[in-house]
Structures are given as C-alpha cells and as structure tokens.
C-alpha cells in the first residue's frame, strides 16, 4: 500500500512531471514500434550465427556481432568483459529406446547440460519410474542400484504462471543425476520441462554438486509424448531394459566474454543502471526466446533513448552476460568486477522469460521503492501493462550486491515459453516482432522513471 | 467508478459470496486446463473439417459435427437453427503482375470475399496507387477511370491493440472496390491487412452495397511484401500494366445452420445467456483463429459446467453462428427467431478475437452493470486478467435486442492476431492449447458470475 505522504507527494510531483512521463512513455513505444532494431539483431543473431552454447564458436561470434552493433549506437563505451566459462559439447546425436525383446519403443532423449557421456557402447540397464526425488529416497541404494532412474513428474498444468509449473518440477533435472547416483543408479531419464506434449527433448542443467567424476552418472532428457508411452511401456513389461547411449563431454574453462555497452550518466555518472539478458544459449535450437531476446531487448533501450534522444541522469549499461546456462560465470564475473571497480548498482533489469507480450514486472525491492513503482502503474496501463509485484528477477542480474539496489525481470505472457525452453523448437520464427518490441518498450519505460526519480 | 452504495453491497455479498466465487473461478480454471475438451474439438474442425466457408461442404460437415459433439454433453436442448447464407466460391488460383516490359513482378493476391471475377482472361490496366477512400475521391473520375487502383495504406504500427489499427485501416477492403467502381475504376487491389510484412495475402469481405451487378469491379488483396514492392516499381515505372485474374463467383443463397446447444435455467428458464463465436471461416487456412477458437470456447463454457456439476440458474446456449464473415445471416437470423419466439435474453458473450491468451472483456453494457462488473475485477487477478472495459462486444451478437440485455466480448491478446486472419497460416498449429482453454476458462467465469448476480 502506498503510504499518504507518497500519494500526497505524487501528486504534487504530478502536476509538473505525470504528462511529461506518459509522453515519454508514449514516444518509447511509437519508437520501438516504427524503428525498432531488436527484431532484426534477433534475425542475425538466430539465422545467422544459431545456438550460443558458452565456449562454442558460434557463442564467439554472437560476442562479435552483438559488440560491432553496439559499436554502431553511438554510445560512451562499448566493451568486453573477459569471464571462464565451461565448455561442455553434446557430441553425437543421442540414441535411446526400451528393449521390448521382438521390439523396440524408440525414445526421443538428448543430454542435459554437463552431463557425462555413457560408456562409448551404450548403457542398458532395468528402469525405475519415480515421480520425486522424495519417492527415489525411499527405494533407497538396494532398489536404486545398477538401474536407470526415470523421472517422470510432469508440469503441474493448473498452474496459471507457467514458471511456477517448472518451479515445481524442474528439481527432477537439476538433482535427479546427484540424488539417483548417490544410491548407486548408472543413469537417469528426466521427462521434459514442458507441459504441451510432443516429441522434443528439452536439455537444461544437471548439478552433480560435489559428486567425484568417476561417480558421475548420465542423465538424459526425454520428450514429454515418449516420456508418457515410456511409462505405459513399463507398466506392462516391468523389467524391461532400457538402452541409452550419449557421447557428451566436459572439456575444461575457456576464455569469454561478457558484452557491455553504456551511456554515461549526465547527473549521476556513478550511480549504474543495467538492463541485461543472456548470450548463451542451449544447442538444441537457436536460442531466440532464451534468451536471444532478453540481449536484443537490453540493446534496445539503449538505441531507443539514442533514437528519441533522451540522455539518462544515471550510467545505463546493457550488459550480455555469457553462461547462464551452465554456470552463471558471466553474472558472477560482472559482479566480481564491479565490486573490485568499487561500482555503485542503483537499478538492474533483467528480460530472461521469452520475447512475448509483456505483462508486468518482478521486483526484488524494499517496501519504500515498492511504493514508488507502485505509483508508476497507471502509466502502463495504455500498454496493457498490470503486473507490479514483488518476486524474482533474474539469474544473471542475482550475483549483483550493491547496497541500494533494485533489481526487476520483465514478466512476458508465460504460456508458450516452456513449449520452446531448452529445445530445438527454441527458434527465430516462434518470436512475434510486436511482442518483443514491446518488451523492449516496457523495459525502456521502467528505467526511464527509475531514472527520472531514483532509488529512495 | 463504484458507487459507494455498490461498494457497501459488495462487502456484505462477500462475506458470504466472494470466497465461494473465487473457489468456483478456481475450479472452472483448474478444470479447462486438465479436462478440457476444447483444444481437441479445435484439432478436428481444423485438421479434419478444414476451412469452413459458408454454404460450402466443409461448413455443412462442422455443422454436423459441433452438433454431434453437443450431443455428447448431455445437455438439456441440441438443434440446428436454419438459416440462408450466401454462396461465394474463389474459383482457380489467382494470379496477378506488374507488366515491366522485359520482366514481370509477380503479386501475390487473392481475390475479396464476395469480389466478382476478373473477365476470364484477366484484366489489364495501369495503376493508381492510393492511401485512403478519400484520395481516390479527391482524384475524381477522369483520373480514375479506366484503371486498377491500388489502396495501400499499412495498418499502423502504433497502435498497441492491434484491432485499433485494423479499424483503422479496413475501410478500403469493404469499401474500396465500391467507390472505385463508381468513378469508373476497372479493378481494385487491397493491401493485405497485416501488421507483418510477409507473403500471404489476406481476404475478406468486400461490400459492393448497392451498386448493380454489372458495375461491380473485381477486387484482391495482395500481400503486405508485395504491396512493397508493387508500389516501389510503380514509383519507377508509373504506367507500368497491372495484370490480374480471378474466377470467383457467387452461386445465391442455400440453406444453413446455427448450431445451438442449450442448459435449461433452474430459477429463470425464460431468461437466456447465449456463449458464442461463429462457425463459418474465410477459406485460404482452416478458420481455427477466426472463429474455430471461439466456437470449442463456447462449447467449453457448457462442458465446464456439466463436468464441475454446475447447474446455471439461467438458459445458458453455446450458439455457433454461421456466416459471419460474409453476411451475419446466422446473427440477423437467431435475432429474428428469438423475437418470433419472444425469447428474453440477458445476456451473451461472444469469442471471436482468436485463441490466445485472456486479457479481459469488453462490455456493451449501461454504467449500473458495468459498476457490478467492475466489482468482479478482483476475482479475476489470479488468473492475470485486467481488461474490463466498455466497448465493443460481437458481430454476431450484434444484432440482439433484449432491453436489458448485457454483452460482452472476450478480449485475447491482440499481438499476433492479423499476423493469421483471413490468410492461408489461420491454422491449428498456431493456437496453443493453455491459451484456448484460458480464454474458456475466463467466458465460463464470467458467465458464472451473470448467472449467479443477474443483469441489474
């Protein structure tokens, strides 16, 4: 609730700045709309250069590309932070299928991200379906071992907010592989994070925490349609063996590089802004939704202030943070930096949930900066723009520390992003332009205000 | 705003009221996303019915079949509603080009729903290119006479809900051909009415009004990249001969129906709530946008309710109108019938905006309702709908005249809309299931809250 004093002020403040700021909320969006370029880097970015697996060639030159096109905006300073980030490769494409003795029912599976291979011959081991890794615990190590651990808890679909769907499930694929080979298991199937079915495997990354390499086991993802003909396979032929066979591997820290570019603030140069997304990408599609769109996006509302020609109070920095995926090396490494520089973080913004159409704001802000943006709300609305609420913002932007921060993630319309999350389906022709536009414009408009009237 | 009288009535409702409705919104919602039957009722009417043009085979099957699958429900009432509609076939493929001597610069075109053909050679003349109704009568017929004209003023990207820009623009499809003719055109081509810029042309209705049969002029519509590219040559080459050929043809009126389905009121039998969309579609795609996606949402409303046990204190209907697109014979013609019978209606909501996620309704509706409506708000922020407004409300609900009849229109989100509208990509595969059964959920509930408050 806003306070009486913060309404008062408001509208004291309104009388000189409230039609002010709507114009300028106004000119923000014509702008993305007509002239926008994150459509088109997105194209470049997803037909041209494709997947931006971190440590890969191509994750190379989506640094080079998005660099030389913040090169062009006429900026202060435009840079590349050096991060290690891991490199881990997929190898061939995976083979998986349950032996039905005269048959075989052939699964659609691909690795998870920094899994380990298994044996060059395949694996074939007995299958146990669980739904949890509570219900993987209770068979405990005699049960466990020497078996395949399929786990097969699909999103919940009453959820209305997709994310609290994978929220929900998405233990299975982080700890499934540490949790399973802990018992003694030589593999492990994780049913897709995705709620629609059909017949793509969706990657992502395991966890194997502390687990020693030569204890490590395999874990594979499966298609959401094969997860389900799997497990009514198995109901019929219990003991049935299930053969899977992937070549991925792990091969060491190699050298990248975070994408930065910035406007130097006019009346607090000091105090930073960032707006940010994620470079890397899985290597399954092309990375256009996650988070090609969260780069361009963050590109965006630099052009669109140099477009309108709006100069901003405080140093506003798009910041492409490389590794999300598979490490968070690029967040880490820019807050790393930014506490050795002695840099001062008054405001982050992160787009990580897909290009579609915007719906709001995740804030991780106290109750008197809460009381502001809340204030702020009105003027979103002709933007169909409603949701201000407190909650998480972004993986990349999380490592950031500064003691008066405000961070925020971009809230899209949730209902298609886990139909194309982490796999081959995550391409340039499922990305709308007005609705990555208008991200783009929503994200503008909020470090506009945040801008204009600070952090309190 | 709320009266505070309205307000006080509302804190007493809902201390016995509020928190049973927002259990049944819950369960309504919970229900359409794990048991709904909409996306697979859509999958048939699309994949296997097809495209469902008015008086054409393909309508008569999804007649039948929206009517077998009524039958199903158990509902109280199931019939057929006879109607006449108009006949129009495309005929062949059309073709269309710019004569630039050496080459051609092929269009792509189709020709207006209930356009005339072209002579059976084709039609040949030079072009005029225009931007609104209002330059070609400022042109006047000397300049006009004899030639094509071409209308190409794009919908405008500015707009942030998309059916504005359509609005905005539509009035040289429907009218274009009319007024062209009258100064003597010979033929018309119409700026597809897309956002995008892609390939596929877009039809729809074109409305000669009363201009004799002999002096109707052909018209098309031509893709938005080629409208491009037509009037960049025609720039270079302004008497460049514009090509193009159509067959199409109206074949009269044949005989229809409205597909009804109906819950008999336990408290008010005499008082009917209609939940519609309309069962006809333009021909190039398989109608599941425009309206496939309302007609299994209005279905869905009454199978939610059987499943859930709800009996609604109103006559609820799913009605299907035919015929929207190219005469609202099957709107005109369920008004006459329900004044014939002296039927009572309260209220009627119709779908027909697309398949994609809620945002909110639009009311035709006097400011007591709205104030109750408006009470409803918060009921429906868990499922992040915030769009209550006055406005339009349907087509094919338009013509109902109760006295106190309250309507209303679902509001989807308006971004990819035009993208697929009355074009050849209007396909199953880009609905998706969670934003269909989310639109269903949001009808349901809010005709739950209608039957449950009343009309005021």
Redesign the interface.
């Known amino acids: 609730m806003p306070t009486k004093y913060s309404l008062f002020l408001f509208f004291v403040l309104s009388t000189v700045s409230a039609q002010t700021d709507a114009t300028m909320l106004d000119r923000i969006?014509?702008t993305a709309?007509?002239q926008g370029k994150c459509y088109q880097w997105l194209d470049t970015l997803s037909n041209r250069i494709g997947a931006r697996l971190s440590g890969s060639e191509s994750a190379a030159k989506g640094v080079m590309y998005t660099k030389s096109q913040l090169d062009q905006l006429g900026l202060d300073n435009v840079y590349l932070q050096e991060v290690m980030v891991p490199k881990w490769e997929r190898g061939e494409k995976e083979v998986a299928y349950l032996n039905l003795g005269n048959k075989r029912l052939e699964l659609s599976i691909c690795a998870l991200g920094m899994s380990v291979a298994t044996p060059i011959a395949g694996l074939e081991a007995s299958v146990i379906e669980v739904q949890s890794l509570d219900e993987l615990k209770v068979l405990g190590s005699e049960k466990v071992k020497g078996k395949i651990i399929f786990f097969n808890r699909p999103m919940d679909?009453?959820q209305?907010?997709?994310f609290r769907a994978y929220g929900g499930c998405v233990d299975q694929r982080s700890s499934g592989a540490r949790e399973a080979g802990k018992l003694g298991a030589v593999g492990v199937l994780v049913r897709s994070m995705n709620?629609?079915l059909d017949d793509l495997p969706h990657t992502g990354m395991t966890n194997y925490g502390d687990t020693p390499e030569n204890l490590r086991i395999p874990a594979a993802a499966v298609s959401t349609s094969d997860a389900e003909a799997l497990s009514k396979a198995l109901k019929k032929f219990p003991k049935a063996q299930l053969y899977f066979r992937q070549t991925c591997s792990y091969k060491g820290e190699v050298l990248s590089y975070n994408v930065i570019g910035e406007i130097t603030g006019s009346e607090f140069p000091n105090q930073i802004m960032v707006v940010g997304g994620h470079l890397d990408s899985w290597d399954l599609g092309d990375g256009s939704h996650d988070d090609g769109a969260g780069c361009v996006q963050s590109m965006e509302v630099l052009h669109l202030f140099k477009t309108i020609g709006y100069k901003p109070k405080h140093t506003l920095r798009a910041v492409l943070f490389m590794n999300e995926e598979n490490g968070v090396k690029g967040g880490l490494q820019y807050e790393a930096e930014a506490q050795r520089k002695g840099e001062n973080h008054v405001f982050a913004l992160e787009s990580d949930a897909g290009g579609f159409?915007p719906?709001g704001f995740s804030f991780e802000i106290d109750d008197a900066n809460f009381s502001q943006v809340s204030l702020w709300k009105p003027l979103f609305e002709?933007?169909?723009i409603?949701?201000f609420r407190k909650g998480h913002s972004g993986v990349d932007i999380g490592p950031l520390k500064s003691p008066k921060i405000v961070k925020a993630g971009l809230q899209p319309?949730s209902?298609?992003y886990f139909?194309h999350h982490h796999a081959a389906n995550d391409t340039f022709d499922a990305v709308?332009?007005?609705?990555l536009e208008?991200g783009a414009a929503a994200m503008a408009s909020l470090v506009y205000l945040f801008d204009q009237y600070g952090i309190r």
């Open positions: 969006h014509r709309l007509t679909p009453e209305i907010e997709t709620l629609r159409a719906r002709p933007y169909l409603h949701l319309d209902q298609r139909d709308n332009k007005r609705e208008l």
